[in-house]
């Protein structure tokens, strides 16, 4: 919508209303945030309180303190808004940005998949940590590495009978890269 607004001149519309142009993004990002904000509440409450009959939950999310999924998606949806925003500022028409948001969401999301959960690209030894940092500078990237860690934290709490991904293996584990990725996903926006 942001893309459609600067093509069909409507921005230039709302200036000659007397919309400021900080009005204008701040709108705008209260808007986006709100929208993904919902989102992801409802998003990990299911994630939390659904259970099968068996009585499994889901462990990616029951396992974890829930302080970090509110500050892991508070930090990966600003950082979304902001890539957004940015591509908003180069593209010029809204089919452009269409077909250039469908090919960056599927291209990264499948080359995260097949990198991060068949491969488990940040989990290997023989992969540096700068490379995984400079590699999570990519926004959703930055997702997929904290959704890896929530993984492997889900996994060893199920196997062994721990507490999954809390904020003091964020800080003191030196295997966890999380805290990497709250840096990166804080600091890009």
Not at 12 to 21: K, N, P, S
Not at 55 to 72: C, D, N, T
Not at 130 to 156: C, D, M, V
Request: charged share 15%.
């Amino acid at each position: 919508s942001l893309v459609y607004e600067k093509e069909a001149k409507l921005r230039i519309m709302m200036r000659m209303m007397g919309l400021g142009t900080w009005a204008y993004w701040v709108i705008n990002y209260l808007f986006w945030f709100t929208l993904y904000a919902i989102f992801t509440a409802v998003f990990v409450v299911l994630g939390m309180e659904v259970q099968l009959p068996s009585g499994y939950k889901l462990g990616l999310f029951s396992r974890q303190e829930p302080s970090i999924h509110a500050v892991f998606f508070f930090f990966f949806v600003n950082q979304t808004i902001v890539f957004a925003f940015l591509w908003s500022a180069i593209l010029r028409s809204s089919r452009s940005a269409s077909i250039m948001a469908t090919i960056y969401v599927i291209g990264m999301s499948v080359i995260g998949v097949t990198a991060w959960d068949t491969g488990n690209f940040f989990n290997a030894e023989n992969v540096s940590d700068s490379l995984k940092t400079f590699i999570t500078l990519w926004p959703i990237w930055g997702f997929y590495r904290g959704w890896s860690e929530y993984k492997n934290y889900a996994t060893e709490a199920a196997f062994f009978g721990t507490s999954g991904l809390t904020w003091k293996a964020v800080s003191e584990d030196p295997r966890c890269g999380f805290s990497t990725g709250l840096t990166l996903l804080a600091g890009e926006r």
